[in-house]
């Protein structure tokens, strides 16, 4: 009952706080209401995932909650001016460091420490984090060395062409991983077994898993809406202490990857570690690639440059990430220091980003 009540109650919340400015109780009640609407995401999608078995289940959360993360960068961009032009660059960036390092880190920390050593598919999970890598650095990295717009900016034929090739190559993964190869994403035994149903619990029924996708709908519309509302005291919070701008879209793509990263942790810790992978860097890959066709189309309205081109010090982050992931997948199997490899990198992301 409680699950089913909470998506409405943060629409609710939603629609009696938008656009208002909010003294910080009322902040603090909104917080903990984004915080009950998470947990009802993650039960919902876990229903559906259960009725469509993998991988699709993995797709339905991340998809989702990319939607609603380019709505929100959007809205944000539109309202916030000059200092909002490099949040989509930001944002993305984040979500990527913190699915494929963060996510994936504690995913293969739990399931080792449960386990002794995490057991998943490296031909699916390798071109997955193919895939990303791939979008990451047309989108990221190739608009620092361009000449066509001075700064890490891309011309408009070079941002429509980013933007197809991404949607392209998202599509091309969706249809390998839900059509052609569907066995290389789903969840294996420590014996390398794969297991295409979940033992011992029957699956919702049809109405139940349809009643479960609205509530996840309701739920993801409400956490970030609701994340929208707290944003302007993140953003003071942010300016109070002398950081970076960048650290908002830090806060964002955290707040917006909480229900993937809870969903990913139990399945780690019910030895699904191929399912837990499957929701990081399929986060991840939905994040870029579904974020800058939607960006490219929304620069139709919105004023001023788009700045895509990372950083210096981020870009020695994503190659750091390339290099690690990819001795990570390759063997198919990770113990702790894998884990607290990746989870290492995070909190250099973290740290960097707000003491660049």
Not at 90 to 119: E, H, K, P, Q, W
Not at 276 to 295: D, E, H
Not at 319 to 337: S, W
């Amino acid at each position: 009952m409680k699950a089913a009540i909470t998506p409405i109650l943060a629409v609710a919340t939603l629609v009696l706080t938008w656009g208002r400015d909010l003294p910080p109780p009322v902040v603090a009640v909104v917080a903990l209401v984004l915080g009950a609407a998470v947990l009802s995401a993650v039960h919902h999608a876990e229903v559906v995932a259960h009725k469509v078995g993998e991988p699709f289940g993995s797709l339905v959360l991340a998809v989702a909650v990319t939607v609603i993360e380019v709505a929100l960068i959007v809205t944000l961009m539109i309202s916030g001016g000059a200092k909002t032009q490099s949040l989509a660059r930001d944002t993305v960036f984040a979500a990527v460091m913190i699915t494929c390092n963060g996510l994936v880190g504690l995913s293969l920390l739990v399931a080792a420490l449960r386990r002794r050593v995490a057991v998943f598919n490296p031909e699916g999970t390798g071109g997955a984090f193919a895939t990303v890598i791939t979008i990451a650095t047309l989108s990221l990295v190739l608009p620092n060395v361009t000449t066509s717009r001075p700064g890490p900016e891309f011309s408009p034929a070079q941002l429509a062409f980013a933007a197809v090739t991404s949607l392209a190559l998202y599509a091309l993964f969706v249809t390998v991983q839900t059509r052609r190869h569907r066995d290389y994403f789903l969840p294996i035994t420590t014996a390398g077994e794969v297991i295409d149903t979940e033992q011992h619990v029957d699956p919702p029924t049809g109405r139940a898993a349809l009643t479960s996708l609205g509530l996840l709908l309701l739920a993801l519309i409400g956490v970030v809406g609701l994340a929208k509302g707290v944003s302007p005291a993140i953003e003071k919070a942010v300016g109070d202490l002398g950081m970076p701008q960048a650290v908002v879209g830090v806060a964002i793509a955290l707040l917006v990857l909480l229900p993937e990263t809870i969903a990913a942790v139990r399945a780690a810790a019910r030895d699904r570690v191929q399912t837990s992978l499957n929701l990081a860097i399929g986060s991840a890959m939905a994040s870029i690639g579904l974020t800058i066709p939607a960006i490219a189309i929304a620069k139709i309205w919105l004023s001023g440059p788009l700045l895509l081109g990372l950083g210096g010090t981020q870009m020695i982050l994503l190659a750091l990430t390339v290099a690690v992931g990819t001795l990570t997948i390759v063997p198919g199997r990770a113990n702790v220091l894998q884990g607290g490899l990746h989870l290492s990198l995070a909190a250099v992301f973290l740290f960097m980003a707000a003491s660049p």
